[in-house]
């Protein structure tokens, strides 16, 4: 992974296929998850907002994940909490796909809506 002026080359696109999920860890910055919803693909912030989980370490199902702790839901594609514990959206990150590798726009304004296309 390689994290260089607010742009983080998470993964090969080749290896995020739809309807998975991947952890992506650097020492520059807070731990992002990337998803492939039906071939688009979305980043949020990889912590759930109600404790410390890893939400990469839940399910992913029709675009919601759940964590694996006590089983909150958030919409990859907006952050949206959306049920109990968690009552704070996660941040989301837009994303787009470079030579091939799936890349982060961390420094970019929050949004759900500039996901990037897998194909
Ligand atoms: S840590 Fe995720 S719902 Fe509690």
Redesign the pocket.
């Known amino acids: 992974m390689q994290y260089t002026g607010g742009r983080l080359a998470a993964c090969p696109v080749a290896e995020l296929l739809p309807g998975t999920m991947q952890r992506i860890t650097t020492p520059d910055a807070e731990p992002i998850t990337v998803y492939n919803v039906d071939g688009e693909l979305y980043a949020t912030a990889d912590t759930?907002?109600?404790?410390?989980?890893s939400?990469a370490e839940?399910d992913l199902e029709d675009g919601e994940v759940s964590?694996?702790?006590?089983?909150?839901r958030f919409d990859v594609r907006t952050g949206a909490a959306l049920c109990f514990?968690?009552t704070e959206d996660l941040a989301t990150y837009p994303v787009e796909v470079v030579d091939g590798t799936v890349t982060v726009l961390l420094d970019a304004e929050a949004s759900g809506s500039t996901a990037g296309s897998a194909t």
């Open positions: 759930c907002t109600h404790a410390l989980a939400l839940g964590c694996p702790v006590h089983w909150a514990p968690a």
